[in-house]
């Protein structure tokens, strides 16, 4: 699920990132990469790349803050995990008498 959306979803997110926010500019019509300055080849290169490098930090920030929060809850968790063991087991072993 998370590669078809980032095929579906991320190339195109790039791209209109990259025009709206970091000033990637689109060719003349029909003209080629030869044709353009070394100027606008590099100013468009460094807007893809810094729409690039910012659709991927901000998900994996996303992902770090919410991770780290298990740690508020993982002691509790594993507490209620032993227990509802501990009620199985016994359940088990009531029936099997």
Not at 10 to 15: E, H, I, R
Not at 27 to 38: F, L, N, R
Not at 41 to 57: C, D, P, Q, V, Y
Not at 73 to 85: E, L, M
Request: glycine share 8%; aromatic share 8%.
């Amino acid at each position: 699920l998370e590669g078809i959306f980032a095929s579906v979803i991320g190339g195109p997110l790039v791209g209109v990132l990259a025009e709206r926010c970091f000033d990637y500019e689109l060719p003349p019509a029909g003209s080629t990469v030869a044709q353009m300055s070394g100027a606008f080849r590099e100013r468009n290169a460094r807007a893809l790349g810094e729409s690039l490098f910012a659709l991927t930090i901000v998900p994996w920030v996303i992902c770090l803050l919410l991770y780290s929060l298990v740690h508020l809850t993982f002691v509790a968790d594993v507490r209620r995990a032993k227990q509802a063991d501990a009620r199985a087991a016994a359940q088990h072993k009531a029936n099997n008498r």
